[in-house]
């Protein structure tokens, strides 16, 4: 059997040969598209003069508002599945925006031409007309409304809910102690190694685009809407994707101006962001809690209070909406606490917008409840497992205060195996003894509690053609993580045959039926369990062929190994090739089955510790990272340990060096200069464990995802291994080398 065991990624070569296709490297004759971008904060837009532009030598076109939104039925909103939408203030985004600009590098115009070099210098001669307004770059000026962004929205909190359970002010009277705690995550930007891209042809009234995303059926639904087309005229091809971090599931302005010129001009139109519009087109997190917590001496949390401020930039994007209601939802996490009481407020600023990056929503909520949990544990004079176990769920199925059901797991039994495996304690010791010589180094620890498997359903078709060969065509749609060789091993283990027979296919709503994609680590949980329903379907009906080959009832068919049997003769036996074909001879013929397959969402957790050292200028580097992780059934090992290594590199940037600075103007003022992504010379010695006692989802697959865990956990392990080398307390991420040294 292959599941469970560390199989290399199938489809590996092309990457590592440099064979890989991605939307730059689709060779077409496509035009080229550029973008003018407000160099201000907020400025009415007075004039876009075009003339000079046109003049550039292969320059085809420079479209502004006036050409490109009146072709869009609607705009850019948030996703509906998870939001009742009315509780939002926002506007559809056009493409372009008609009165004024709203943050610096907010795109105003398109310009296309016959090479990107045309095209580079052309942007530089459109002649924007601004007339400057003041800007509110900061979350809490914004809130003041004192200058309203989106003047038809009369204010810029977009979204303000109190998310009460249980009786918070009994539990503030009953307090022995109230701990105050601020946790601050700065903007960050996910930085895929491929950045955004798309290719847009409009011919016969068809639409084909080639895109960088991670939810192709969803954008066929959105572009359908926009533009007027039906869905069934529109192709969304996803090619290999380099990368996408959470920041691909969101449709921006300009892919939108993308797709209306290539209708307005019957030609395709193609446009890869540099890696400066990269930067400004996808940035993440940026959200500050501030609260009190009521507690008892002995380390019991009696109730939390507080407000959660998060910044939206200047538009709401597809996915931002998501945050402001899953964060506090999840700020419970995995402890009793029953009395809350916490304010989310969302707010418009003139600054790029807010999009998602891997775990959005979970790192945010977990990095409160865990500065919560260790700075409680210092206020009290407690160790960070005491504080946590004193406080952990014990009894599973478990609802949480704001409805949250998480499925299975033993919470306090996994810290205790943790700590014991991942060496917590003698690592503690080894820093105490380590500082006394003089050396800054610390230990912390963190425990999550993480939502996953959001869907609520998804898509998996299995083809076995005529001689035995499968393809399966899955919904999920993997760009790096490797998923497709997990249900490669899950299906060729449903069918019990050589996993060389088994091609998984995705990404282009003209193969595949239907999807939601990859996101919220789903894919392997939901869209493997898709696909062994749709395994269990071919494997009835292939043994529905082999009883009416002789003339038997289905139950007296066996199947093991490659062979179908008659239970009371033995010697009759059929290969699994030989049904294969019979069945395209039949009369009902051929091996296609398909399955939308639903189920609720499961709770992965864990425990992760890191060891930070500081040296004299005040730059912290992660040395150690040990994750003990509940994963559910472990499919593949070393794809799952690679999701921990990943993520905790990310985790290491996030806590330690990433930030997208805005300068008071909202404009961005980081470059890959000193907006430091971590190296290999930055990443720590990973020890990564799963659980060998887990416990599985209610899933098919018994799996649980881990594509996001160690940056939901990572930043507050990595913050408490600081605190524990500096002595001092932090609550920001990043924390930087002059806060480090203060
Ligand atoms: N896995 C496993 N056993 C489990 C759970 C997972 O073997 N019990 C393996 C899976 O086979 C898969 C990987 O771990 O190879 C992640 O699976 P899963 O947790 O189901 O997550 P998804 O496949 O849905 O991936 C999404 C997740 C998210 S939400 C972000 S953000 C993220 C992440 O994956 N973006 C990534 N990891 C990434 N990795 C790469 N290389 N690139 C990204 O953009
Ligand atoms: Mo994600």
Redesign the pocket.
Known sequence: SYVGKPLKRLYDDKFVTGRSTYVDDIRMPALYAGFVRSTYPHARIKKIDVSDALKVNGIVAVFTSKEINPLLKGGIRPWPTYIDLRSFRYIERKAFPEDKAKYVGEPLAIVIGQDKYSVRDAIDKVVVDYEPIRAVTKMEEAEKDEVIIHEELKTNVSYKIPFKAGEVDKAFNEADKIVKVEAINERLI?N?MEPRGIISRYEAGTLTIWYST?VPHYMRLEFSRIFGIPESKIRVSMPD?G????S?VHLMPEELAVVASSIILGRPVRWTATRTEEMLASEARHNVFTGDVAVKKDGTILGIKGKLLLDLGAYMTVTAGIQPLIIPMMIPGPYKIRNLDIESVAVYTNTPPIT?????SRPEATYIIERIMSTVADELGLDDVTIRERNLVTELPYTNPFGLRYDSGDYVGLLKEGVKRLGYYELKKWAEEERRKGHRVGVGLAYYLEI??FGPWEYAEIRVDERGDILVITG?T??????E???AQIIADAFQVDISRVRVIWGDTDVVAASMG???????????SAAIKAAEKILDKMKRIAASTWNVDVQEVQYEKGEFKLRSDPSKRMSWDDVANVAYRSHDPGLVEKVIYENDVTF?YGVHIAVVEVDDTGIAKVLEYRAYDD???????A??E??IH??GVQAVGQALYEQALLNENGQLIVTYADYYVPTTVEAPKFTSI?AEQYHPSNYP?????????A?IVGPAVIIRALEDAVGARFNKTPTTPEEILK
């Open positions: 996910p895929p991670q994707v990368g996408a971090f959470g691909k998602m990056y891997r775990g959005a996953c498997s999920t993997p760009h790096g993580q490797g998923t060789t997990a249900i990859t996101y919220g680590s789903r894919s392997v949980t939901i869209g493997g992965p994963i559910g059934k472990v499919i593949n090992p794809l799952a690679a999701q990943g993520g799963f697959t018994g799996s649980k995802g881990v594509g996001e865990a940056l």
